[in-house]
């Protein structure tokens, strides 16, 4: 008499045999696309780092739509088109009736710096102890040349070529966001495809939160800047406030960089001037970091700033000033998805 025991258990291996074959697939399906993107990093950052810029557009856009289309009751994408619409009409007037000025200044601040630069030289060198200090600094190399005009305008070419990429890129990304999420995460199993969106949401809110922040500390740092140096009578007062307000963009780095132009053309007035721009300086940061940003830590994300700098300095070193620019929000991202979807795993205590 023959044992059915055998017979059972070469009956019972297929439901398992398929079982792990499906499961084996699913990982595969989970795992290639991430493959290939970290592929896309290894081969094409720069353009990686393009797509992330025109998503921060994207949320700017979004962002602004809908709170018009809350406020007033309506779709999201009319409260987009209106939005729009405002931002165009506002770019318009600026460009007529600001434009011109500020464009002018731009031109007294490249002639002007150089013999700012220079004089700043001169100073140090009639103190002995700033020279032996600074010896190793090139201050001429800080000021605009007229050397390499060529290469500037190549360098101009390609700034707006990119900048033109990254509206683009941001403007379809603000008008069907849905679609993109929905494409992305078609490329996973089904699964998966819950955990991807809620990833997409992740980095959305933490964009989100980050760019508001972000823009209140550049609107009050540009004010704040324009007020001291009109009061203080430095000379091209708007242009050194804007480009103060547009620096903070880049967290701890822009603000040193911003105050470069300032100190030197306080100089060309006296000593005692660029030492009141200094301070003033270092009062608007101050205020900005202690009191200002704490007012709206709870919409943005709390980055440390040690690993802010160090990952600043990163991002710098490998992709250059674009790198450095969208170091922050990035990590912000990052953080926020390790946060909410990487720590609940390893400690489901965190959940």
Known sequence: MSDPGPHRADHADPKPTGLRAKASRERMAFWLPIAIFALLVLIAPDILLLVFAGLLVAVFLRMGGNA?????????????????????????????????????????????LPKAMKQVQDYIDSHGWLHSVTRSIDLGS?????????????????????????????????????????GIAALFPASKRDWVVASFATGWAALSGWLFAQLISMTVIGLLTFVGLWLLNVPLAAILAILAGLLTFIPNIGPVLSAIPALAMALTLS???????????????????????????????????ALVIAFQLLMGSFFGLLGLALATPLLAVLMMMTRRHYLPLVRPETA
């Open 68 to 112: 018009i289309a809350r406020r007033l009751h309506i779709r999201e994408g009319w409260g987009l088109a209106l939005y729009s619409i405002i931002l165009v009409c506002l770019a318009v007037l600026f460009f007529l009736y600001a434009a011109q000025g500020l464009s002018d200044q731009l031109d007294q601040l490249t002639t002007a």
């Open 142 to 182: 800080i000021a605009p040349s007229s050397k390499g005009a060529a290469t500037t305008v190549m360098m101009s070419i390609g700034v707006i070529g990119n900048a033109m990429l990254i509206l683009f890129i941001g403007v379809y990304g603000a008008v069907e966001p849905q679609l993109y999420r929905r």
């Open 271 to 305: 000593p005692i001037t660029m030492l009141w721009v200094a301070l003033l300086y270092l009062a608007v940061q101050a205020l900005e970091s202690n009191l200002i940003t704490p007012q709206i830590q709870e919409k943005a994300m709390s980055l440390p700033p």
